[in-house]
């Protein structure tokens, strides 16, 4: 069911994923049937960063794309890379850099070749002043030791898709970046933890995403037929962020819609 009365941002959606080719014009129609004003397209390795720009100039307005490397692809990180990347991140259409971090869970690249991907795109959002798009998951440690070694040189920065504990968060909230939620707050075993975190987010912090096509909520009714996640289920996604924080969810819309375009500029 539409949900005219809310304006939403999807600052994370990899739309350049293959599930989206056969009906990409319906997806985009339906997010804006759902309130969706904005979404960002998430580029994740060299090819998806050049498709996630294409597709931001050929809906200017609407769609903008970010620049960057997963560390899953991190060993696939080289000179000419490098160069894409800021030839990329120099362009109007992307607004942050990333995605980037450090992924110690799936170990699709060794750990090194995810430290030195993410140094050197941490030294593109430096030059560039653009924002940083970012993704960690179980490792922590070295991921702020990363940040930590950029600051004061860098500027806004959002943890994209968190999904961790409380002294993640605080430590994240300490050093001033903005917090990404997504539909895992839906989830009634995994999401439970997510759920009284999220009162703890500054308003002023505060992003939502649907990282389509990943993460559908779990608990959408009717179930769909298929488990491809769309940038239209960011409405559901905002209400289930508003009701763990206790507030309206045209508070918790127009909040993070006005944080998202001061973040990317939009």
Same mark, same amino acid.
């Given at each position: ?10 600052? #994370?959606? /990899?739309?350049? +994923? ?17 309130? $969706? ?9 060299? *090819?998806?960063?050049?498709?996630? &720009?294409?597709?931001? =100039?050929? &809906? ?7 620049? *960057? ?17 800021? =030839?990329? $991140? ?16 799936? @170990? ?5 070749? =995810? ?24 490792? &922590?440690?070295?991921? %702020?030791?990363?940040?930590? /070694?950029?600051?004061?040189? %860098?500027?806004?920065?959002? $943890? ?9 968060? $605080?430590?994240?909230?300490?050093? #001033? ?7 895992? %707050?839906? @989830?009634?075993?995994?999401? =439970? &933890? ?6 703890? %987010? ?16 779990? @608990? ?8 491809? /996640? ?5 409405? +559901? ?10 507030? @309206? ?18």
């Amino acid at each position: 069911m539409p949900h005219p009365n809310l304006t939403l941002v999807d600052i #994370g959606a /990899n739309l350049t +994923h293959e599930s989206f080719r056969p009906d990409f014009d319906a997806v985009l129609a339906r997010a804006r049937e759902h309130g $969706v004003d904005q979404i960002v397209v998430t580029g994740a390795s060299a *090819g998806g960063s050049r498709a996630a &720009h294409a597709l931001a =100039q050929a &809906h200017p307005g609407f769609l903008h794309a970010t620049a *960057g490397v997963h560390p899953h692809h991190a060993h696939e990180y080289d000179d000419d890379t490098d160069a894409l990347l800021r =030839q990329l $991140v120099a362009t109007p259409e992307v607004r942050a850099v990333g995605e980037t971090g450090l992924d110690y869970f799936r @170990d699709y690249s060794p750990h090194a070749a =995810q430290v030195a991907a993410f140094e050197r795109q941490l030294g593109i959002a430096i030059d560039s002043g653009k924002p940083l798009f970012l993704h960690q998951r179980d490792a &922590h440690a070295d991921f %702020i030791a990363c940040m930590d /070694n950029v600051q004061g040189r %860098i500027g806004r920065a959002v $943890v994209h898709c968190f999904t961790g504990e409380r002294a993640e968060l $605080v430590d994240y909230l300490d050093r #001033g970046f903005f917090i990404g939620i997504t539909g895992w %707050i839906c @989830d009634e075993r995994r999401g =439970q &933890h997510l759920r009284q975190l999220v009162e703890l %987010i500054p308003t002023d912090r505060l992003l939502i995403e649907t990282d389509a096509p990943y993460l559908l909520p779990r @608990d959408l009714h009717p179930k769909p037929s298929h488990r491809r /996640n769309e940038p239209m289920h960011l409405a +559901h996604i905002c209400k289930a962020v508003a009701h763990a924080r206790g507030e @309206d969810a045209a508070t918790t819309a127009a909040a993070s819609s006005a944080n998202a375009r001061t973040f990317f500029a939009l």
